[in-house]
């Protein structure tokens, strides 16, 4: 298919030049280059040595007329001129100087210098020189003109220029610390009143330079310490600077220093550096303590949330900061420095300034400046010079200037030239040769022996009566259309809710890789007509296309590398459908209780579809064919989310669709069940099974406890095992276990899964566990009872590895009371005390009553029933059955002999009250083991 594009070649009348004005640089460490070829080459025959500020100028013809670093001007002969040296510039200043030719003067130009710091020649002064003076090499006859304002000091390192809108005028601009200061040079001298415009950002830098697009519409100002670039539009019938929008750098290069338009005015290119500032100039001139990153910015974007979104870092690398600047020839040009003195000796250069991101063709080392250094600086020129023809699409209105434009063999191409006021003379020239004079040139049936560069230049007497060339270029590639198949017949069974309607929905994109045999390279649209072709509206869902059989659909194929593309048509076919039944599969419940003790059903089964898939494949073993599953009838047609592998899945009826491998068309459709067949899900316990086994004294016998595995469904069938061993004979669903141990049983439910006469006989099982422990009733005896008595702090000891198997806790002289785990008891008040000893499982408990003696230090026989009496706390004749227990009083003389079981002695003797006193005692008790404890001491009597 044949297509035809209109372009349009839009002239203005800002430009007065050939451009061969900047076709000589001198920069840097007494640098240069040479544009007269075409290509840039080395010239080292310069004087100047800057580290920044540069400034030359030359001829229409491209020849040397003078250059200068805002303090010195040397002439073509490299020779300061007369009265041309000590200017108010600063080689130190970003931009020190920029050269305007006067108007409707052929001798005259003006040098504007730009200072720098305080101290240093700051602010903005304009000389005067006379190239007809000193045999044609120049003088300045005039100057300097302070165009200051008294703010020298605050003045910027900046300065631009441009084209006025009116004829034979120009505009210089620079930068005060919040105000744009616009100086319109006509044909009676530099105005210096200047158009002054204050915008809304006060700068605290004076570093970073000032550019305007070549049309004159944009500028551009870098902040550099102030980590601020900022885009503005520019009037150049006005010279007012409006419209502020802030650039944003990514961190750590956020310091903007060099800045450029292409020539189209459409991208912004930015040079910004993360520099190390100090006093120590070694740290200034270390590379490591420098990176710098070239950025892109798309300014031809309507808002600057878009412009900044369109940011694209084309290069990062240690490098200090450095200008860029447009040739001639249409390239950027970018000064390599890595460190505030240390120069390099390349220029980089972006080839394509034109193109979106990589694509604009950054070379790093690409201009070889011989023995001399580039260091951070490069000339300014008037933008004007630099401006561009702008070819744009009259379809798209897209600009192709300097673009490489992509056609196609067969097709017809036509481009053409805006009608020009005065007499134009177009020159169309392909491989240096005019191929035609007229405002059009037509390509027909172009093929690839057309591709290469087409340049136009034509010569116009603008309404100035300027004799201006105006030039522009574009690169041809031809490529070959893709070849699209002819024959593209889409089969589709309808199986929709109505499957016998013939109406159904097609996934049209399944057919791409028929369509493109696998190319990724081409993409496919579809149509439902023509004229849907003609008005570019595709099908909005090729997904989801709903129809009947459609005899004729149509597809646009286009190759992305070229845009290129072939259309041709496509039959749909809808099948009524009766689905075909295939045999169910049946799993078993996935168990979830895996490393639990119980089994737990998922609800889930685990299904081998591919296995399935064999299966079904066989049927069909005399055709190749693909068989997909999918979870319903809308995925089966559309293609969408086939099930593959082994999944998971519950209860659910699944789609088949079999299709022919070689187109994909679909041959039958199917559908069966997948059955979850639930597992058995035996009683659990969550604890442990306690087995009580009497005591240790018991004679011996077998113990049990019942363990309840069962499910209450008739049929199924148990096993228990011990141990992970089967129990002979123990296949009830309750099993009675009789030592200790690990105890699990595992439950089997058939199942008979008949559908459509596929009989599929299967078993499910489950499980659950029980660890049953043994445990007996505590056995306890006074001689594992260590009693500590007599004492500030009366203890009882029970030997716990006497008791039983069991686990135990104790408790004194409380059956009901607060148990603990420790067979340890403090503080015991002497007399007569019960240990109790439980097993916790719940198997029994012992007891034990203890003595805990005592020998009380005083009594008081008032009868006030408190130590009315003195006795022995804890001795009786059952613990004690033999014992003498004496009182003497101090002398010696026995008073009374004491029985254990008695209620003590009252303080009398033979019916008399003896007085208060220490009397003394002696104590023999003898226990049923033979054990004696003998005791002496005295207490007292006290009478109240």
Partial sequence: MKKTVSVIFFLTSIIAFSQGEANIWYFGQNAGIDFKSGNPIAISDGQLNTLEGCSSFSDANGNLLFY?????????????????VFLRGDSSSTQSAMIIPKPNSTTEYYIFTVGSLPGRNPGFNYYTIDMSKDSGLGDVVAGPIDLNEGRADEWSEKVAAINGEECETFWVISYVSNEFKSYKITKNGVATNPVSSIVNYTAQDRRGYLKISPDGKKIAIAHMADQQMILYDFDNSTGIVSNQQFLNLQAPSNKPYGVEFSGNGEKLYVHATNDFYSDDFIEWNNPSNHFSTL????????????????????????????????????????????????????LGVIENPENDGLSCNYKHNAVNLGTKKSTQGLPPFIASIFYLIEITNEASNEIITNQSIKLCTGSDYTFNAQSLSGDPVFNWKYKDSIISNQPSITFSNIQKSEAGLYKLEVDLVDDCDKIILYKGEFEVEVFDPPVAPTTIIYDQCDIDENSLDGVTVFNLNSKIPEITNNDSNLEVTFFESEEAIENNKPIENPTEYITASNP??????????????????????????????????????????????????????????????????????????????????????????????IQDYSDMEIYVRISNKDNNNCISAGKFNLVVNEIPLPNSVNENVILCIGNKEDAPQEYTVELDGNTYVQGDQFQWYFNNTPIANATNPIHFANKEGQYQVIVTRNFENDLNTFIDNSSCN???????????????????????????????????????????????????????????????SAGFHTVFVFDKNGCGFDQLEVSILGFPKFFTPNNDGTNDTWRIPGANTDFYPTSNIYIFDRFGKLITIINPNSEGWDGTFNGKLLPSSDYWFSVELIDKQGNTRLKKGHFSLIRR
């Fill in 68 to 84: 200068s670093d805002g303090t010195t001007v040397w002439n073509a002969n490299h020779v300061s001129m007369p009265n041309g």
């Fill in 552 to 645: 004729q659909l149509f597809f646009k194929m286009i190759d992305t590398r070229s845009d290129c593309f072939a259309i041709e048509s496509m039959e749909l076919n809808a099948y009524p459908t009766s689905l075909d039944i295939y045999n169910n599969i049946y799993v078993c419940e996935n168990d979830l209780g895996f490393d639990t003790e119980t089994s737990s059903g998922s609800g889930n089964g685990t299904f081998d579809f591919e296995a399935k898939r064999a299966s079904i494949d066989d049927i069909f073993f005399n055709y190749d064919i693909i068989v997909e599953f999918y979870e319903n009838s809308q995925d089966a047609q559309l293609q969408t989310n086939k099930i593959v592998g």
């Fill in 295 to 346: 950025y892109q910015f798309d300014v031809s974007l309507p808002t600057i949330q878009e412009i900044n979104n369109s940011r694209f870092e084309i290069d990062s690398q240690n490098l200090y900061r450095g200008a860029l600047q447009l040739g001639p020839d249409q390239k950027i040009y970018r000064a390599l420095s890595a460190s505030y003195n240390n120069g390099g000796s390349y």
């Fill in 766 to 828: 489950g499980f659950s566990k029980f660890k049953v422990v043994a445990s007996n009733i505590p056995v306890i005896y006074s001689e594992n009872v260590l009693i500590k008595d007599d004492s500030d702090n009366n203890t009882i000891l029970i030997n716990p590895y006497e008791l039983g198997i069991g686990n135990y806790e104790y408790s004194l002289d409380d059956y009901y009371g607060t148990y603990q785990d420790e067979p340890y008891f403090e503080n015991v």
